[in-house]
């Protein structure tokens, strides 16, 4: 009989991952297994006492809430969590001299705009400044997404809406106000939108203008804007949004792709929700690249930063200073 696959990922592991579900009574991994363990999920290959730490990829990621017994299903009835001592090394790891020279770098084809980013993609964008303008974006980038317009214009990969739950019933300050500001600024002079139109309702907290004047927006062929109520209502607002894009295309289509450094790549990370295999798949695959990207001198943006709860410290020793680091934790 064929043993059932499993990984050890590190030698200073206590526990293996079952790539196949591995039956009571089955060998796999030096070991009997006492109890189903079903794919994805961790059995202890050694005795665990209660309170030691459960060990994968040689990191603690968690603490054993009573004896375990090799062959064991470890889970959330047997694995507790609670806080403790960390290495961080702040700095220890950072080098530089691993950053290819400019001469040796990776290209790719991308699109340079005006503000001197470069991005991957050519859409025109549909922002809103209040989530009661959200529809009305939606119902614009329909009219595109459900006819043959954009045939004429190979060029634009399409035409969306950006659009949230926030605007209004908000201070006009503070952290929530300046994420928002931030986050409306990045979408209007994003590098893989041709162009933006921002759809506001015109009595928000947020207010269009105010960003423009604070951020030195100037609308043009590459961004424009307006508001629900002074354009008269829903159905106006969305045939003039529609004329405005259609406007927008021909001027957008003239981009082309040209040969650009990788070093003006920024590279996004966002869990798409975490199962049994993405720390054995998905993750270490994005990190590798991620790392290969730095390598060329690109930047990978990990914004989630709750995901890597009790494993930041592994993130610290490679912070480029000890103030940087501190950050995180």
Excluded at 120 to 149: H, P
Excluded at 155 to 178: K, L, R, S
Aim: aromatic fraction near 6%; include cysteine.
């Amino acid at each position: 009989m064929t043993e059932p696959r499993n990984i050890r990922l590190s030698p200073e592991d206590n526990i293996v991952v079952a790539v196949d579900q591995i039956a009571p009574g089955t060998s796999a991994a030096g070991v009997t297994a006492r109890e189903r363990i079903p794919r994805g999920h961790k059995m202890a290959v050694v005795k665990i006492a209660k309170d030691e730490p459960v060990k994968k990829f040689g990191q603690i990621i968690g603490f054993a809430s009573k004896d375990v017994a090799p062959g064991d299903w470890l889970h959330e009835h047997n694995v507790t969590m609670h806080d403790f001592a960390r290495d961080y090394r702040f700095a220890e790891a950072a080098r530089n001299d691993e950053i290819l020279s400019p001469e040796l770098r990776a290209t790719f084809q991308g699109y340079m705009r005006p503000n001197g980013k470069t991005g991957t993609r050519n859409y025109i964008g549909i922002l809103t400044s209040v989530n009661c303008s959200a529809s009305v974006a939606k119902f614009i980038a329909e009219v595109f997404n459900r006819s043959d317009i954009l045939a004429d214009y190979p060029e634009i990969d399409g035409v969306v809406p950006f659009v949230h739950g926030t605007g209004c019933g908000m201070a006009a300050y503070g952290e929530g106000w300046e994420l928002l500001r931030r986050t409306q600024w990045g979408y209007a002079t994003h590098p893989n939108l041709g162009g933006a139109l921002m759809v506001g309702l015109g009595c928000e907290v947020f207010q269009i203008d105010r960003m423009k004047d604070e951020y030195g927006l100037v609308e043009g062929d590459h961004f424009q804007s307006m508001t629900i109520q002074a354009t008269g209502g829903t159905r106006k607002t969305v045939a003039e949004g529609v004329e405005r894009i259609k406007a927008m295309l021909p001027i957008a289509a003239k981009a082309r792709r040209e040969t650009r450094p990788a070093s003006e790549v920024t590279l996004a990370l966002q869990c798409g929700g975490s199962d049994g295999y993405s720390g054995i798949t998905a993750n270490p695959a994005l990190g590798a690249a991620a790392d290969l990207l730095v390598k060329h001198g690109g930047t990978p943006v990990l914004a989630e930063t709750p995901e890597i709860y009790g494993a930041e410290h592994l993130l610290t020793r490679r912070a480029i200073n000890r103030a940087v680091g501190e950050k995180l934790v």
